[in-house]
């Protein structure tokens, strides 16, 4: 991706552009691609940025970031520091997937050499990493994640809220309105993010964060240009450029009644490259103990923590409506399919299915003293609603007799 720094209208700005690559390799620590890739961009004196390799899976990610000029040239240094014009960033972005033996050449989500979109499900799914969830919600929306993402959690409660930990890097969820306002940390090797939900945000998200965060990977300058000279020069515009956060998606937070104080105070504290100090950092502006940052580091769970294993779609549902079972009263815990026993659960059924007949049976079509809309309605659902019980008793009966033998 090829962007450049907000100028004046008149264009009085630095004369140069910035162009975002990701290089993909079949290496699982990206140590070595590093080095080539180093390598090889000293060797072509080109003014750049190198990240710190991410391990993703089979795979590794390293970013880099190159100086180029208008016309979409990179810039190029000598020894004395000045600076000269090289090829065009799209040629030069083939050269270094081959000269490195990179899988793919990422521009914007585009292989630079096949010129097609890249799709590898390796990209779409990372193992390794940890993200941990914190605000308030029960064991039993923590089994809903285990079934959707059909990998395990763990859940564990602190005197300063609830903590889901999944042991792989997801940065996002979709969370129920009645867990807000939370917020999830992520963290993949030296890739570090946040989002959050907040409790006034837009229905329309339908449980998907509200404001999300990456911080950029740490990165260092490839070639050390001399003091006072045009390279050093655009090696502090592209160092820049690589720190510095989205500062109009964080001004929108005024919308969720975030004050300008602490606005400001994310300004600095989602500026640079992610660690777990900056976790903090954010967990500390928005009132909430920064001490749970630690939990994305390895080896850092409890021994209150209890594993949440994935059931399935239907187990996790039947999961989660059993633990809100537990914490129903009163007409709450009457409509909750599993907080009844399941003998009563199907006799009831029964019933609802005998009274849903005789409605449709015993009523004069003729002479109705309500709308025929209004009696095919009620039917309807209170037919839908025996079939349920009927099929949920069922199968918990079915279920409880297996486990006595």
């Known amino acids: 991706?090829?962007?450049?720094?907000?100028?004046?209208?008149?264009?009085?700005?630095?004369?140069?552009?910035?162009?975002?690559?990701?290089?993909?390799?079949?290496?699982?620590?990206?140590?070595?691609?590093?080095?080539?890739?180093?390598?090889?961009?000293?060797a072509r004196a080109s003014i750049s940025l190198l990240a710190t390799p991410v391990p993703w899976g089979e795979l590794s990610v390293i970013e880099l970031v190159i100086a180029v000029n208008p016309e979409g040239f990179i810039v190029m240094a000598d020894e004395a520091g000045n600076i000269s014009n090289g090829q065009q960033i799209e040629g030069f972005a083939i050269a270094l997937k081959r000269g490195t033996g990179a899988k793919?050449?990422?521009?914007?989500?585009?292989?630079?050499?096949?010129?097609?979109?890249?799709?590898?499900?390796?990209?779409?799914?990372?193992?390794?990493?940890?993200?941990?969830?914190?605000?308030?919600?029960?064991?039993?929306?923590?089994?809903?994640?285990?079934?959707?993402?059909?990998?395990?959690?763990?859940?564990?409660?602190?005197?300063?809220?609830?903590?889901?930990?999944?042991?792989?890097?997801?940065?996002?969820?979709?969370?129920?309105?009645?867990s807000f306002p939370a917020v999830m940390l992520s963290r993949l090797g030296p890739r570090f993010s946040m989002v959050f939900w907040f409790q006034g945000q837009n229905k329309k998200l339908r449980g998907h964060p509200g404001f999300g965060h990456g911080w950029s990977?740490?990165?260092?300058?490839?070639?050390?240009?001399?003091?006072?000279?045009?390279?050093?020069?655009?090696?502090?515009?592209?160092?820049?450029?690589?720190?510095?956060?989205?500062?109009?998606?964080?001004?929108?937070?005024?919308?969720?009644?975030?004050?300008?104080?602490?606005?400001?105070?994310l300004e600095q504290a989602l500026a640079g490259s992610g660690s777990v100090q900056k976790l903090r950092e954010v967990l500390t502006i928005f009132g909430t103990d920064p001490s749970q940052a630690d939990y994305v580091e390895e080896g850092s769970l409890p021994v209150t923590a209890r594993p949440v294993e994935p059931r399935g779609l239907g187990g996790a549902i039947a999961h989660s409506m059993r633990g809100e079972a537990k914490d129903s009263t009163g007409v709450r815990k009457f409509f909750n399919v599993v907080a009844w026993r399941p003998g009563s659960q199907i006799l009831w059924g029964f019933l609802q299915a005998v009274i849903a007949v005789a409605l449709v049976v015993v009523t004069d079509w003729d002479q109705t003293r309500l709308p025929f809309w209004v009696i095919v309605v009620v039917a309807a659902l209170w037919g839908v609603d025996a079939l349920t019980n009927l099929w949920v008793g069922g199968w918990r009966l079915a279920r409880a007799r297996q486990s006595r033998d």
């Open 217 to 265: 990977v740490a990165a260092e300058p490839v070639l050390e240009a001399l003091p006072e000279t045009p390279a050093a020069e655009v090696n502090e515009f592209l160092t820049e450029q690589w720190a510095a956060p989205d500062l109009e998606s964080i001004a929108e937070l005024t919308q969720y009644g975030i004050s300008t104080e602490i606005i400001s105070a």
């Open 1 to 42: 991706m090829v962007s450049s720094p907000t100028g004046d209208i008149e264009g009085e700005g630095p004369p140069w552009l910035v162009a975002s690559m990701a290089l993909i390799f079949d290496e699982p620590l990206g140590i070595e691609a590093h080095r080539r890739i180093l390598a090889t961009l000293r």
């Open 104 to 178: 793919y050449a990422d521009l914007e989500g585009v292989d630079a050499e096949s010129g097609e979109t890249i799709t590898d499900k390796a990209l779409e799914y990372p193992t390794g990493g940890t993200s941990v969830l914190l605000g308030s919600f029960k064991e039993s929306e923590v089994a809903l994640f285990a079934g959707e993402s059909r990998t395990s959690w763990s859940y564990f409660t602190t005197e300063h809220g609830h903590v889901a930990v999944h042991e792989g890097y997801m940065p996002e969820i979709m969370v129920s309105r009645s």
